[in-house]
């Protein structure tokens, strides 16, 4: 039996650190103890992509055809469930959080909204958001919503994206509201409603892959700026 490993790409770190920021992997524990020490012990939180979240987590069945399209975390649930307690001490210590593309579904979930289980079965004429053959490229543009967090952040009103997913938000979770959309309407960003965006210093979550573009595109550079930035408010 091989030994269990932590897998993370080099391009998260390489974005933090390309502003300014010491990146540090949370070790694979579910105890929540150590997870809300972690949480203490950092100035933000960045959730990053991976498999998908479990869709019994949001009370949902299979069908069979999407059974063999799911691909959730071979560890008997563990990261869901981690991801679950680190969301929990997010909001409890008021840490800045930046959720990325499985980070955003996760989010979502853990806050009482659900999932898409997958974009090309259920919604018919869909964009094809699943480009791992583009996975550094700008595969389509997604619409901002004027004034809210990330157009504030990037500058822009339309920003080009790349796409790797097959999931998405169906239902938001009653804490967030979407403010980016792709041209077939998959949310393709989340932030706090205005009402309760006091209870922490930043939350953004995007569905695409920033870290794959910052080397080259200054508005995606600008959304890890931002997460450094409140992190050390």
Known sequence: MADAAISLSNAYQESVLRVGGIPLAMPDTVSPAIIAEC???????????GEDVDPGIYGRKLATHVRDKVTITPDGGRRDY??????DQV???GKPLLAICRGQQVLNVALGGTLIIDIPSQIPGALNHRRRDMRREIVHEVRLTPYSLLARITGK????????HHQAI????PLLRPTALSPDGVIESLELKPKVSGWLPFLLAVQF???????????????FKALTQASVL
């Open 209 to 223: 892959h920033p870290e794959r573009l910052s080397d080259r595109y200054e508005e995606h550079l600008a959304i």
């Open 82 to 87: 981690r991801e679950v307690l680190l969301i």
């Open 157 to 164: 009103q339309r920003l080009g994206v790349n796409s790797t």
């Open 39 to 49: 949480v203490r012990a950092c100035d933000g939180v960045l959730l990053t992509g």
């Open 91 to 93: 909001f409890r210590q």
């Open 170 to 173: 169906e239902r938001v979770a």
